[in-house]
């Protein structure tokens, strides 16, 4: 016995079609070309079935009966008493039926035809319309298909036999629009088949009838109300029956079908509640209504509502006709359709969605993309009306004015509370502890808003993005930001509640905006932006040791915010949790423009900080007038990235991840929880940890750019039910390092992490400080040392930058085994990773050449830039001896060489890069 409930099945076009159906076309939709295409109805199992090989192989393995039912039908049980009797009659199709009612006057019945006997499907779609008073009289036609099919697989395979290889049924004409969300879209005909329709072809088929608890749909709102509603009660084998109370009669529902077509109208119908509906009779609606938990109908009901704007209804309405037309509405909470069309190029990459501000200021831009988000989302199944929307952002210019639209369109798609940053500022790794940490439960967090486009400049001729987070903290997984790209190329309309006053977002405190008809209510809550994560981590460093050893004497320090959010973290760590005075600050006030700087914490454009701790852009010592500090580090414009120095010592990124892991035992989170379990690394940071994780070890995984790949691995095993790699390490050469307090790389969690080690390193004030330049030496001398350094040619044309990667690509198995130099290329190829989590596969990830002897030479293109491209090079040469060299000249020879690989002065017209890291 095999028991199908769903089939994947083909597409088939859908035809425009002329009045007079004289003329057949193809159809067109052009926002959105998915809509020419429609399924071709569950006919098509039969051919799913015989094409796939599955019948053959059924028939093979020795299955005699299938049960197929549509898969909306939550009543279409495998039940033996219904087997046993199939079996004992030996018929070979059976159709299990049920007595009409009014709801089900437009469902199929069998008839008999007159030429051979055989039973025979009628579908509504096949009637002609003065035959349909008849076809929907049910004391005409007392029995309907509830198309829960009975199936001998023998008898299947002799019609397909008989036939050269399918069944052949009747063709459905459906006449629809092409885009099934406008009534006013392209006319067209859908042509499908019915798997109940093939009754006609068997010998000795036979129909049953069973009781109405084999019949549940979900086809319409109608359907998916009723079974909300206490008419319903769920059974301990989780069934779907009728209530007793009905006394076996179902409600009969008529929602207005233009109104309640599709699903997401009946969501925000019952936003509140499903209604009563176990002592009613009829409910009849014209027009929108919201419905909520007070709300019952008893008797037979007719509501209308003839106004432009939804009408709420409560209590108990018995037996009348209600018009609510004039009733009182929403107010301030009532949400307009704005029209609008899809604009080009909303893509979201690895860091979501960015772009100029001026773009992003653009008519209907913003808008546009936050509409998309909230249909993805809402369509993963995300209830939005519970839990919190959290927005906030790294302060750059449009920062104040994109938060005020978000919340107006979130209260449109039915948010309920949301949390805004103080001043609307967030840090990227903010949001994601604050949906992580913060609470009540009821309360918490099911997604965020972050505006920011991290390290890129800030100001009305620069950058701006935005990202969406999802309710682990990290950043929206690739189905959901693929839906989201979909919307943008389709959107006709975006919800916003223009009327919603504007909320003051420099004074914390909840502003609570109630509808005028009493029905809901909207809180807006502005939160100290630090608090949820300065307070998480409290729990993860020792901050007693920290402070002991930042107030040593002979220890000094400075932290540079660049102007950007991690201002007044910085600040509320190090000055009112650490003691330090606020002069170990640099630029920690934030400055919508970054004060004309570029908010990147690098050696290029954190010159201010490289500067003070005796280096150059390049790395090497200069002298400096007075004391240079012990310690210095700096964050970009979202607070996410990190940068960290010794006295006149660069700490690479790569570096910096391969120290924290091997002494991270010096710090409580880890080492209350047995130590690390596993670490890992984007592909082109340099293989320093790698060693590390051996000599561990500990579980290593190499992943694509992209913190939602160290994500999957956090989640493995409280979302996917795998493998639990927690407590846990990951960075990034592009100054990135975290683990899994959150989901988000955290710039302020690296330093005190090295700060941490550092006071470990030094638990006894009278000895000599040992520096930041000591603990690496010594790693050094452990495991070797990984020269490595990153060139960024930024503002590349695209198709130049495009064109090289292809070439590169193209001769990734000629340039496998060929002598460059000194070396050798091992490997030529373009990385791909497939998740060990969830499976899924990432290609074209970076164009790899590695060496025989383990040296590497990496080219990607960066998704991060507002405008143009940036060529990433990274050039990696692993020493256990030559421990001082100068990185540029360890690396000379093997930049030479890349530069001739990738030939970028042919396809970008330079070899001069931008930033050196």
């Known amino acids: 016995m095999v028991f199908y409930s769903g089939y994947l099945t083909t597409t088939c076009p859908r035809f425009f079609y002329s009045y007079n159906l004289t003329r057949l076309q193809p159809a067109t939709c052009p926002s959105d070309p998915s809509n020419e295409w429609c399924p071709p109805g569950h006919g098509d199992l039969y051919a799913a079935l015989i094409g796939s090989g599955r019948l053959s192989a059924l028939l093979e393995g020795g299955y005699k009966y299938m049960f197929v039912s549509n898969s909306d039908n939550l009543g279409a049980t495998l039940d033996l008493k219904i087997l046993t009797h199939f079996a004992k009659t030996d018929a070979s199709f059976m159709m299990e039926c049920c007595e009409r009612t009014e709801n089900d006057k437009k469902g199929g019945h069998l008839a008999v035809r007159n030429s051979d006997q055989h039973l025979i499907l009628r579908e509504s779609a096949m009637c002609a319309d003065e035959d349909e008073p008849a076809f929907q009289d049910i004391t005409k036609h007392r029995f309907f298909n509830t198309n829960n099919l009975w199936i001998r697989l023998d008898k299947l395979q002799e019609i397909v036999d008989r036939y050269g290889g399918f069944i052949p049924l009747p063709m459905i004409m459906n006449a629809k629009t092409v885009d099934p969300k406008d009534d006013n879209s392209q006319k067209v005909l859908q042509l499908e088949t019915a798997m109940g329709a093939a009754i006609e072809c068997f010998d000795g088929a036979s129909a049953v009838v069973v009781p109405r608890t084999r019949f549940a749909p979900v086809k319409k709102c109608n359907d998916l109300l009723l079974l909300r509603s206490d008419a319903y009660v769920i059974t301990e084998d989780f069934r779907p029956v009728l209530n007793p109370l009905c006394n076996g009669v179902a409600p009969i529902i008529d929602l207005d079908s233009k109104k309640y077509k599709l699903v997401g109208s009946l969501e925000e119908a019952t936003a509140n509640g499903c209604p009563s509906l176990v002592a009613c009779k009829r409910l009849k609606v014209k027009g929108t209504i919201r419905f909520g938990r007070s709300t019952r109908f008893v008797g037979n009901v007719s509501i209308t509502n003839s106004s432009d704007e939804s009408k709420y209804v409560s209590g108990t309405i018995e037996n009348t006709d209600l018009d609510v037309s004039a009733d009182t509405g929403l107010g301030l909470l009532k949400p307009t359709l704005v029209r609008t069309a899809p604009i080009a190029g909303q893509k979201p990459g690895t860091s979501g969605l960015r772009k100029k501000t001026k773009e992003f200021m653009s008519e209907n831009y913003l808008s546009n993309f936050v509409q998309s988000v909230f249909d993805a989302v809402i369509a993963a199944g995300t209830n939005v009306s519970e839990g919190t929307l959290m927005i906030g952002g790294d302060g750059r210019y449009f920062n104040t004015e994109a938060i005020q639209i978000i919340i107006k369109m979130g209260v449109a798609n039915g948010v309920k509370r949301f949390w805004i940053g103080e001043n609307g500022l967030l840090s990227t790794p903010a949001v994601s502890a604050t949906i992580r940490e913060r609470g009540p439960v009821w309360q918490k967090s099911f997604g965020a808003f972050i505006l920011t486009a991290s390290h890129n400049p800030g100001g009305p001729e620069e950058d701006f993005g935005i990202k969406y987070n999802t309710q682990n903290g990290g950043p929206a997984p690739e189905y959901l930001m693929e839906a989201t790209y979909a919307n943008t190329t389709c959107i006709k309309t975006y919800k916003i509640c223009e009327d919603f006053p504007s909320i003051d977002i420099t004074q914390v405190g909840a502003t609570t905006v109630a509808a005028a008809d009493g029905s809901t209510s909207v809180v807006v809550e502005v939160i100290p932006s630090t608090q949820s994560h300065v307070t998480l981590l409290k ?379």
Not at 729 to 753: M, N, P, Q, Y
Not at 820 to 837: E, H, L, M, N, Q
Not at 891 to 899: K, M
């Open 539 to 917: 729990t993860i460093f020792d901050f007693p040791a920290i402070k002991a050893l930042l107030d040593r004497p002979d220890f000094s320090m400075v932290y540079d915010s660049m102007h950007g959010v991690n201002g007044p973290f910085s600040k509320a760590v190090f000055v009112d949790e650490l003691g330090q005075p606020e002069s170990v600050l640099r630029n920690h006030i934030p400055k919508d423009d970054f004060a004309g700087g570029h908010a990147d914490p690098n050696l290029t454009y954190a010159k201010e900080l490289v500067k003070t701790m005796g280096l150059d852009r390049t790395g090497n010592k200069i002298d400096v007038d007075g004391p240079i500090p012990s310690f210095g580090a700096a964050a970009d414009g979202d607070g996410d990235r990190n940068m960290i120095l010794g006295t006149q010592f660069f700490v690479t990124p790569s570096d910096s991840l391969a120290v924290i892991v091997a002494n991270a035992n010096c710090i409580p989170f880890f080492s209350s929880q047995g130590g690390l379990k596993a670490v890992a690394r984007s592909m082109p940071t340099s293989g320093a940890v790698d060693r590390v994780a051996k000599d561990l070890n500990l579980d290593f995984f190499e992943t694509p750019t992209g913190w939602k790949f160290f994500g999957n691995l956090m989640d493995s095993k409280a979302i996917f039910k795998g493998k639990d790699y927690t407590p846990f390490i990951c960075g990034e050469e592009s100054f990135g390092t975290g683990s899994d307090h959150v989901r988000e790389k955290d710039g302020i969690w690296a330093v005190l992490a090295w700060l941490n080690i550092l006071a470990a390193h030094n638990p006894d004030a009278s000895k000599p400080l040992v520096t930041v330049e000591d603990i690496v030496r010594k790693h050094w001398s452990k495991y070797g040392r990984n020269y490595y350094c990153r060139w960024d040619f930024e503002g590349m044309d695209a198709a130049g930058a495009n064109a090289m990667m292809e070439k590169m690509r193209a001769d990734a198995a000629s340039n496998t085994g060929r002598t460059v130099g000194s070396y050798t290329i091992a490997t030529a190829d373009d990385f791909r990773y497939v998740d060990p989590v969830d499976g899924s596969v990432a290609a074209k990830q970076g164009i790899r050449f590695l060496m025989s002897d383990g040296s590497r030479v990496i080219f990607r293109l960066s998704g991060t830039a507002g405008s143009g491209a940036t060529v990433r090079m990274y050039i990696e040469q692993y020493e256990t001896e030559k421990l001082d060299l100068p990185v540029a000249s360890a690396l000379e020879e093997l930049t030479s060489i890349a530069l001739q690989l990738c030939d970028i002065k042919t396809f970008c017209g330079t070899e001069t890069p931008t930033v050196i890291t």
